[in-house]
């Protein structure tokens, strides 16, 4: 049985080579974080080493299990931090992990029917690392199978985009999110459904935070101290805007996750504007949001909007974080500034 839920457009795409035993050299799979592609990568490993003959994975079998509980000595997942050489706080795939991924890929497999290497975060590989691979997949040995997972493919060398069978894993259903959490918490369906609504698609991270009651308290807090922001004078909001360029020398990722919170506040706002309150993100704070667009137009809103891109785009392209965090706080529209 495949564990990947809500992908099946993918399943279809795969299962035909691999009735015949014969997969791709290389996958590439792609989407947002927690979206599922490890869980796809664990599948495919599963599947094309199998006792069972058909194309899903039987899960029970000696094969499955020891891939399952990650003893399966022919499957290897190399990822940042998940290396010998470098230790845990290291940011790229080098060198020397593809040497030894090269040195097991020469060898026939050990216990399974193929070799499965998984690249978790294939975009941090160093391009001399990114060259070294190339050549293999150039030339791929027989019973290997490469599965390269990334969030952004775009920071992948083309050459080696060309060589790989991409995959994309897609949203997953808000309707289908909540089926899944209530079948495996049971309980509270309110909290399912806002889990389902914040995951935006991603099953992983609404399962993780099902089991995490930080995250929604977290989510919470955010959401206070963007209010505060929001209604606070120049003061409150450069030193926000400090506090967030701190965050992103720091951690870049929980810095875009904070931006992300901003546009997905302010989309609501539109949405409110619009009259289309059944498509909210953040239903559960319905009276903030409408007292907060009652104080602003639909103009104001969409360009601030339009303002949140650009400001992700800049720290994208290494503009100063503060700088460009500076001028969003002195665009955010709001009575306090104008007084
Ligand atoms: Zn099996």
């Known amino acids: 049985m495949w564990k990947i839920r809500g992908q099946d457009h993918i399943l279809r795409q795969v299962e035909p080579s691999l009735k015949l035993g014969q997969p791709a050299h290389a996958y590439l799979l792609v989407g947002p974080p927690h979206v599922g592609k490890m869980t796809l990568a664990l599948d495919l490993a599963q599947a094309v080493n199998c006792s069972d003959p058909s ?15 990650g003893q399966h000595s022919d499957v290897r997942v190399v990822g940042i931090g ?18 030894e991924v090269l040195h097991q890929v020469n ?25 070294a691979l190339l050549k293999t997949l150039e030339e791929p040995p027989g019973q290997v199978l490469f599965l390269l997972l990334t969030a952004d493919e775009d920071a992948l060398l083309a050459t080696i985009r060309s060589r790989c069978r991409r995959l994309r894993l897609l949203p997953v259903p808000k309707t289908q999110i909540e089926h899944q959490l209530a079948s495996k918490h049971g309980g509270n369906s309110e909290e399912s459904e806002r889990l389902a609504r914040l995951s935006r698609g ?49 951690d870049r990722q929980a810095a875009h996750q904070v931006l992300y919170l901003w546009l997905r506040w302010w989309r609501d706002l539109l949405l409110i504007k619009e009259g289309a309150e059944d ?8 009276d903030d949001l409408r007292s907060a667009a009652s104080g602003l137009s639909t103009g104001e809103t969409v360009d601030f909007i339009k303002l949140l891109l650009e400001t992700l785009a800049a720290l994208d392209s290494n503009a100063s974080p503060r700088l460009a965090l500076e001028i969003l706080m002195l665009r955010l529209p709001g009575a306090s500034v104008r007084a």
């Open 55 to 69: 194309p899903a994975p039987c899960g029970d079998c000696t094969q499955c299990s020891r891939i399952a509980q």
């Open 82 to 99: 998940k290396g010998a050489d470098d230790g845990p706080t290291r940011t790229v795939i080098g060198i020397g992990d593809i040497k």
């Open 107 to 131: 060898l026939k497999p050990y216990e399974g029917a193929f070799t499965v290497i998984i690249f978790d975060g294939a975009e941090a590989m160093s391009e001399e690392a990114a060259n």
């Open 202 to 250: 991603c099953l992983g991270w609404a399962i993780t935070a099902g089991e995490d009651p930080q995250v929604l308290e977290e989510h919470d807090s955010q959401l206070d101290r963007l209010r505060e922001v929001c209604q606070g004078g120049l003061d409150q909001r450069f030193a926000y805007a400090g506090e967030i360029a701190n965050l992103f020398s720091k």
């Open 279 to 286: 498509y909210l993100q953040n239903s559960h704070r319905l």
